[in-house]
């Protein structure tokens, strides 16, 4: 503890506060890389001390296993999310949102615990979801209380930043975690929001690969071009991607209100059993779609699977995805979501290679083109899509039919329905998340906040003689003038005196005479965006401050320097 108080204190006392912002971030990043390889490897660890001699079935009761192992991780996950942690549920990423859409909430310590651990039992007892929306939800929570520890006020960056350096360590795609942040969460292209989603991510995902090593995540290679005869039908697959993304957006409502309506007689941490246990019925029939679906996903952009199977792997997983996710276990459906989008590629890809022979049709580039259409479907993010296709894979042979289809299937859907998945669920859970308004944390705040209370003030009764002298005295370069009743009436400045000077205006000539009358001022109560505004208008750097209910009475004074200094002091949200 004595160490991070004297890392907290070299930080803020050695760099100014933009950098620290930057530092404090690249420290979020390292330590969400690690706990994101943590992740994986616990993840990889008791998925085969579950599974590794499943396959081998030598009596009727082995045929029992699969389905208890899954039904008592979704229960132990769902237990802990409901009485520890209800947070911690689904995705992830709509809390996230929420959380960086409105002021004062946050992502408590307890909820990044409960995430971790029952995302790691349901993924390692085969339930499918993905780990990816879990460590986005996981490294905003590291994100914003690390940063309050090392000093840091500045809450909403330290919260996006952290949630993309999570996807960039849980995939291995920092540029895709940086556009994630600016495209679908923060939704802000500005280089505040910009450099430190950039040092996270990257710090992220450099810890990541020196700790698990440098790797793609997907293995895939096209060796075939595609020629422009092709596009029309990559344009096919952007649409279909729109409309059934469309479809699996409604239907993971669905399964919500499912759970709701037909179990609600029983307890709610118990739903995650009920998911657990007909997952591991279908497991038995269809085990490629259990689990986050790693080893599926890359079979079919192998073309491992025959062309009457993958249909069966889609609708299982489908299925169980929906099955899972309406239970509230703490999982998300951003892997879900590119493995479906693989599978109904091919599925078209197959077809269209069986009707058109002649064009020698690669099912495999479909396949890798519509995970990032399906997932531009539900998510609303194009170019978040269309850079993690390129990071996972290393494959830029196929940028202008993926790009192709990401735009067109964004367009299908967004005709079809309104707003990403995350933003719906949002909205089924009662949040109604409006478009952030850059100047809106100014509002928040008032001018008695920032203003300088004690004020240099000169009498009206004065002479030029004796204001030059006092100007002498002084570094300002203007003072507000009070009448013997200690009413404001006037300022003078420098500018004034030079005036009176040239136009040989006598000394002893009282300055209520010269001073100008023409008053810049805000009320007490105005808030600091109006200020802004008024600074603006006027083109000063310096304005009064009144009481609004007697403008006569001078309360302070505020520059733009106090503004600025305010932002930088201030836990603001942004």
């Not at 002498?472 to 200690?486: M, V």
């Not at 000394?507 to 008024?534: C, E, G, P, W």
Request: charged share 15%.
């Amino acid at each position: 503890m004595h160490e991070l108080i004297r890392l907290r204190r070299f930080i803020t006392k050695s760099f100014d506060y933009k950098t620290q912002i930057l530092i404090r971030v690249a420290i979020i990043g390292v330590v969400i890389g690690a706990v994101a390889v943590g992740l994986r490897r616990a993840t990889e660890f008791l998925f085969d001390f579950f599974y590794k001699d499943y396959y081998v079935k030598e009596h009727w009761y082995d045929w029992l296993y699969l389905p208890l192992v899954c039904m008592c991780g979704g229960l132990l996950a769902t237990y802990l999310t409901v009485k520890f942690a209800p947070d911690a549920a689904g995705s992830g990423i709509p809390h996230v949102k929420h959380v960086l859409g409105a002021n004062k909430l946050s992502i408590s310590l307890k909820t990044v615990v409960v995430k971790f651990f029952g995302n790691l039992i349901v993924l390692a007892t085969g339930l499918s979801c993905g780990r990816e929306g879990p460590s986005v939800q996981i490294g905003a929570g590291i994100g914003a209380k690390l940063s309050k520890l090392l000093g840091g006020k500045h809450r909403k960056r330290a919260i996006a930043s952290g949630a993309g350096a999570g996807l960039a360590a849980a995939f291995n795609t920092p540029i895709a975690g940086v556009m994630f942040v600016i495209e679908e969460l923060d939704k802000n292209f500005s280089s505040t929001a910009l450099g430190p989603a950039i040092v996270g991510s990257v710090s992220a995902a450099i810890t990541c690969r020196i700790l698990a090593g440098d790797f793609f995540t997907f293995h895939f290679q096209s060796d075939m071009s595609v020629g422009l005869a092709e596009l029309p039908f990559y344009a096919l697959n952007g649409v279909l991607a729109g409309i059934f993304g469309v479809y699996f957006q409604r239907s993971v409502l669905w399964s919500l209100d499912f759970y709701k309506k037909y179990l609600s007689q029983i307890p709610k941490w118990s739903w995650g059993a009920v998911a657990g246990l007909v997952t591991g019925i279908v497991g038995l029939w269809i085990p490629q779609a259990l689990g986050g679906g790693h080893s599926t996903l890359e079979g079919v952009l192998a073309g491992a699977y025959s062309w009457w199977f993958i249909p069966v792997i889609f609708a299982g997983k489908y299925f169980l995805t929906l099955v899972a996710y309406g239970s509230g276990i703490p999982g998300g459906i951003f892997m879900p979501a590119l493995i479906l989008g693989a599978l109904g590629a091919s599925i078209l890809g197959q077809s269209l290679d069986y009707v058109f022979p002649s064009l020698d049709i690669n099912p495999a580039n479909f396949a890798f083109v519509g995970m990032g259409a399906f997932f531009t479907a539900i998510s609303r993010a194009p170019i978040t899509s269309i850079v993690m296709l390129f990071e996972l894979t290393g494959n830029y042979q196929l940028v202008l039919p993926l790009m192709f289809a990401c735009i067109i299937a964004n367009i299908s859907a967004e005709r079809l329905k309104q707003g990403s998945i995350y933003e719906n669920l949002l909205q089924k859970s009662g949040v109604d998340l409006k478009e952030y308004a850059p100047p809106s944390y100014l509002e928040s705040f008032s001018v008695e906040d920032v203003m300088t209370k004690k004020v240099d003030t000169i009498s009206s009764v004065i002479s030029l003689a004796e204001a030059k002298k006092i100007f002498s005295e002084t570094h300002h370069s203007g003072f507000p003038i009070l009448d013997p009743a200690g009413k404001l009436v006037g300022v003078i400045t420098k500018q004034d005196l030079q005036k009176a000077e040239l136009e040989q205006i006598s000394s002893a000539t009282l300055i209520s005479q010269v001073m100008s009358k023409d008053l810049k001022f805000v009320y007490s109560s105005d808030n600091l965006h109006t200020a802004i505004l008024r600074f603006y208008e006027n083109k000063i750097g310096r304005l009064l401050v009144v009481d609004q209910n007697n403008p006569s009475k001078l309360l302070g004074i505020m520059t733009r320097s106090d503004i600025i200094n305010f932002e930088a002091s201030q836990e603001l949200d942004y």
